[in-house]
């Protein structure tokens, strides 16, 4: 029986395992995705952005393109792949003694530098960088090392550069050359053939911030060279078009370089005996100087081991190019081959909805006791009942957009901003019971934040500058600001810094966020306007008090986490990874405008139209076991009609340039009727209806509407948008 019993357990048991093995997620595998694959043919002659390198037997080029490494023949011919998984393969560097090639790829996640056998064989990552990463490798003279470009990024995604040399077995590698600041870029490393230098190029403009209207005329790159003995670093070149791409020939007599003449990116020999410049080429592609060139200003160039040619890639073609001659030939390949890729998602778009779902949501804040939420959104103030689900406005005029909403503590009133394109704005207060709302502030101006204290007599807000775009009328004196819900005096300045103010537990201080080397959480004595800095976070956006005071919450890169609040007389440099407090992830994804109830039991957040909260009870308790979960959230937006036209319009006469293939219509119609194109045809073709508007476009041309979906143009000032 017991036998019979212990077979049963057994039983029970290696089947619970056989269901939690079946059940169990295959790990992730960034080198083996999930996912639609499909095979395409490749078959081409040319090729966009090769970066080239020649064997130092001159027998063989290596070349990428469409993110694998090829090698062929230095005669030209059908091109051999080396590499061929998903990952990006890029900048084949052959070594010394032609054994190796050092590359770029992403195929552990991001970039680093690789090396394989001139085969293809043996690949070997020599950096794992998991943020810092790296491109652009170079060898050293000996093949023991590799000089290598490493990405920094600060508070603007363009970044820097700085030059980082490698054991050819791995490492962590050192820093050759320290990046100027964080947005001036660095790169294009090539080591002299003696070893005693580094050239690199760099970004020379004036200034520590990145331009896009930069003037190649005035000079951009410079090239310049780093003593790997003493460290000491010259320019070498400089002056109009800039210099670029410093590629030394191997018996050290020149330097070639690319540089603009006219606008024209052009090849270049250094002389460094004699400092003669030497044109070689004016049919170059253009180069990358005016933008951001993380991965090389130009692609890499290669000279023959006799250093009588140069090899590289222009016009689509890899080209010989015979010094002496100044005689460019092409050196023919073609890649024939299928390739294994992932199929984009796509998501159906319905672009006939006669609703349209209201997703952006801003300023949310969340009533005293964790009922009602209210936001702007459209431009008005709108309140949801998060039991109901209904949203409504919460005003009812049309003079002017409403933004900036807060509750008092105790939830009979709200404070928020107005704003107008002519009169500006003004700070109001807003009684939910009888629905009438008054001026706080005496003056018009772009006022934003606004912030109950406790005890509800007293708003703090912000007054904001003018930007680019709004009025600068009513722009002087910013900062922030104090008056009495009674309007018994003037608004009092507190402090010309800070902004997104807030209080504790009482009100007879403020707190509010600061801008410096890192986002800074400050308070300011509302009687003696003394201000204290009391947290740092490095890549912190967000902080908000407890209204009791005894809990802090903070957006750390993006995602919501909370801990004890606490003062020591000095700063404490708070993140998620902080280990001096403990310290609570709450969102599982990112999360904004974070929003407590009045009790401090709750703490909310959104993320787009969905809204999260988390319980605060028992998390910080001496033998806590509260699991954080806050995984599903609720959606809060609502829907409006679609803004839909009327009748119907005809343009007539004109060029029309269709979405059929390169059919181009003369004297032809487009008619439009509501919001959609009815009909394209010529004029025999396309009827006019009687009573359709005409406009008559002869001598212009119509083409399909282009979307713009990345402008860098100013927009407004704190989210007052004229």
């Known amino acids: 029986m017991k036998n019979y019993n212990y077979s049963l357990i057994a039983l029970a048991l290696c089947s619970t395992l056989a269901i939690a093995a079946d059940d169990k997620k295959p790990s992730w595998n960034v080198d083996k995705p999930t996912g639609k694959f499909t095979d395409i043919k490749i078959d081409v002659q040319q090729g966009t952005w090769m970066n080239v390198s020649v064997s130092p037997d001159g027998k063989t080029i290596a070349f990428d393109l469409l993110g694998d490494i090829y090698t062929m023949p230095i005669s030209g011919g059908k091109a051999k792949a080396l590499t061929s998984d998903i990952g990006w393969q890029m900048q084949p560097v052959f070594s010394p003694d032609g054994k190796y090639i050092a590359f770029t790829s992403d195929q552990g996640g991001g970039d680093n530098i690789w090396v394989m056998k001139a085969d293809g064989s043996e690949q070997k990552a020599v950096t794992e960088e998991t943020f810092r990463l790296l491109n652009s490798p170079a060898w050293s003279p000996d093949g023991e090392f590799i000089v290598a470009r490493k990405h920094f990024t600060a508070g603007r995604s363009l970044g820097a550069g700085e030059v980082w040399q490698y054991h050819k077995s791995g490492g962590a590698g050192v820093m050759l050359t320290a990046k100027a600041n964080d947005e001036k870029d660095l790169g294009e490393p090539a080591f002299s053939p003696d070893g005693k230098y580094i050239y690199f190029s760099q970004d020379d403009t004036p200034g520590k911030s990145f331009h896009y209207s930069k003037d190649s005329e005035q000079g951009i790159y410079v090239i310049k060279r780093f003593e790997r003995e003493t460290g000491k670093i010259d320019v070498l070149l400089q002056g109009a078009g800039g210099a670029i791409r410093p590629t030394p020939s191997s018996d050290g007599k020149y330097l070639a370089y690319i540089r603009r003449v006219d606008f024209q990116t052009t090849l270049f020999l250094y002389d460094l005996e004699s400092g003669e410049h030497i044109q070689l080429d004016n049919q170059l592609d253009r180069d990358m100087q005016e933008t951001w060139a993380i991965h090389g200003v130009y692609p890499t160039l290669s000279w023959t081991p006799d250093n009588k040619k140069l090899v590289y890639w222009a016009g689509g073609k890899i080209n010989s190019l015979d010094i002496a001659s100044k005689t460019k030939t092409d050196i023919p390949f073609s890649v024939e081959r299928s390739k294994t890729i992932q199929q984009a998602v796509k998501f159906k778009q319905d672009l006939d909805k006669d609703q349209l779902d ?100 007293t708003v703090v807000y912000r007054k904001s500058g003018a930007g680019s775009l709004l009025d600068k009328k009513w722009s002087l004196n910013t900062g922030l600001y104090a008056v009495a819900v009674s309007r018994a005096d003037k608004p009092k300045l507190l402090s010309r810094n800070g902004y997104a103010p807030m209080f504790g537990k009482d009100s007879k201080r403020v707190f509010a966020q600061d801008y410096g080397e890192s986002p800074t959480l400050l308070s300011i004595d509302l009687a003696t306007e003394q201000q204290r800095t009391l947290y740092t976070a490095k890549y912190g956006t967000e902080f908000k008090l407890s209204p009791g005071g005894k809990y802090l919450a903070f957006i750390d890169r993006f995602k919501v986490y909370v801990t004890p609040f606490a003062e020591r007389g000095a700063v404490i440099d708070i993140s998620g990874s902080y280990t001096q407090f403990p310290v609570k992830q709450l969102s599982v994804k990112a999360g904004t405008d974070i929003s407590w109830t009045s009790d401090s039991s709750s703490l909310y957040w959104h993320l787009g139209p969905e809204l999260y909260h988390h319980s605060i009870a028992g998390l910080f308790d001496v033998n806590s076991k509260v699991k954080v979960d806050a995984k599903n959230g609720s959606n809060i937006g609502f829907s409006v009609p679609m803004d839909k036209p009327q009748g119907q319009i005809a343009f007539v006469g004109g060029q029309v340039i269709t979405m059929e293939g390169d059919t181009v219509l003369q004297d032809a119609v487009v008619l439009v009727e509501g919001n959609k194109i009815k009909a394209v045809g010529t004029k025999a073709d396309v009827k006019v209806p009687a009573g359709a508007e005409v406009i008559d476009i002869t001598g212009k041309t119509l083409l399909p509407g282009l979307f713009d979906a990345h402008a860098h143009g100013a927009q407004g000032v704190n989210q007052l948008i004229p």
Do not use: C, M
């Open 358 to 457: 209201v997703k952006v949501l801003g300023n949310l804040h969340i009533s005293p006791d964790g009922k009602k939420a209210v936001y702007s959104a459209l431009g008005h103030l709108y309140i949801k009942d998060l039991k109901s689900g209904s949203a409504k406005r919460l005003t009812s005029q049309s003079e002017h957009f409403e933004f900036y909403p807060q509750f008092s503590r105790d939830g009979s009133k709200l404070v928020y901003v107005s704003w107008h394109d002519t009169e500006q704005g003004r700070v109001k207060l807003l009684d939910l019971a009888s629905g009438q709302s008054r001026d706080l502030t005496p003056e018009a101006g772009k006022y934003v934040e606004p912030t109950f204290s406790p005890d509800g007599r």
